[in-house]
């Protein structure tokens, strides 16, 4: 079936049908614990076999969708961050484990990439750019797939996920900046430390002034105001090349904790009522979002890839490395930072939204004709049922322990009538 013949009703139904399906595969997902991402990636993969669509034109409608999921995936999970005290040292633990997770996947896939390619153009800074992708945790697939874990796991989840996302496309971009500026490595780096700072500057600078300026506006359509201001900020922001994920991230978080962010003479401009109600709106309309604009993008992923390049023995073998050096790294790294406790921790490393949108993002001078996109596809699948079968033991694991407390209980012991000696000899001892 062509698309393009298809009429307005029945591209209405398919749309509708597409979202229904979704939330099915979402309270699925709850029970299974199979990511609702993997289930939305495959039914796209059938549809191939209804559905005819030109490659090419699916990628411009990827870019689109997969931008805004970005940002309203960051958003949803800035706006669930508390920075109180307690909550500095999860945080900075997160970051670190992030970061080092981000450079040391970078740096091993990278070596495979480049020992792979090396005879067909792949120099080490295409394989960095390559490699950076396949390192970025997918918080698309992270966030909704940990709601079921104890509070401390899912906190921890939704931190060093956020943190791999947004420190990973600061180092894609990063790189790529420097392959067009190849002879200016040193002022390039001080360069881009000087980009992200003035990005800070701006985001916090912008968050107060929306926040106070939006907080006294009546109209009922205010919010998806907001977000229209949010998605116009971040345009704005790549267009003059700054790290304009930042913007979002402190936005969220400015507004998530307002009594941390407005003290002293800003507390007495902020009406914290009013804030309130845009912070609760702000909050679901982002969840609703999100789950639309995830939903249509792993579809149209789904529809987009070509199974023949699994085929390929080159890429199971390329593909295999790759995996086992994440979670060797991620067992490295959560070890000693966590302790013993990292099941299933151990296992959360998917890739998904990023890892596809970062790849349609490579520029044409660092691309590497031979390589097989395959390798994006074995990765992002086999993550994600790593992941799966992970979250599945874990939650046997669980299930199988509370039956036992609850076959066992507490406190509840036989009474066994005292003997006649054993009050006598009792009395005796009183008197």
Known sequence: MDLSNLSTEMILIAVSAII???????????????????MLIIFGVICQSFVKIEQETLRPILGLLGTVGLI?????????????????????KAMAIALIGLLASTYVAAEILYYFYA????????????ATPLSILSSAIIIPSVSALSPAKKEFHI??????????IIVFYYLTGQLAHADDHGGGLVGYGGNVLLTIVVSFIASYLIILIFQNIKSHTKLFLLIAVLLLL??????MHLSALIVILIFGLIIANMKLFFKGPLGRW??????????????????ETAFVVRTFFFVIFGLSINLLSLNSLNVAIISGLII????????????????EDIVPQLY???????????????????????????????????TSLIMTVAMIMDKRKTGKAVRKAEGQPIGYEKWKAPSISEVVGNQEDKH
């Open 270 to 287: 902020l009406h914290l009522e009013k804030a309130n109600h845009i912070y609760e709106g702000l909050h679901v309309i982002t969840m």
């Open 119 to 130: 005879d067909d153009g792949m120099t080490m800074d295409k394989a960095w750019i390559y």
């Open 234 to 239: 971040y345009g704005v922001g790549k267009e």
């Open 20 to 38: 229904i399906i979704s939330f099915f595969f979402g309270e699925l997902s709850r029970k299974t614990n199979i990511p609702s991402v993997l």
């Open 348 to 382: 959360i490393a998917p890739r998904g939204l990023i890892t596809i949108l970062l790849f349609y993002k490579i520029p044409e001078a660092a691309k590497v004709d031979a390589f097989n996109n395959g390798i994006l596809l074995f990765i992002i699948i086999g």
């Open 72 to 92: 309203m995936i960051v958003l949803e999970a800035a706006l669930e961050l508390e920075l109180k005290r307690e909550k500095y040292i999860p945080i900075a």
């Open 324 to 339: 086992a050096s994440i979670y060797i790294i991620r067992y490295l790294t959560l070890r000693p930072s966590i302790g």
């Open 159 to 168: 931190y060093e996920s956020t943190f791999s996302d947004i420190l990973g």
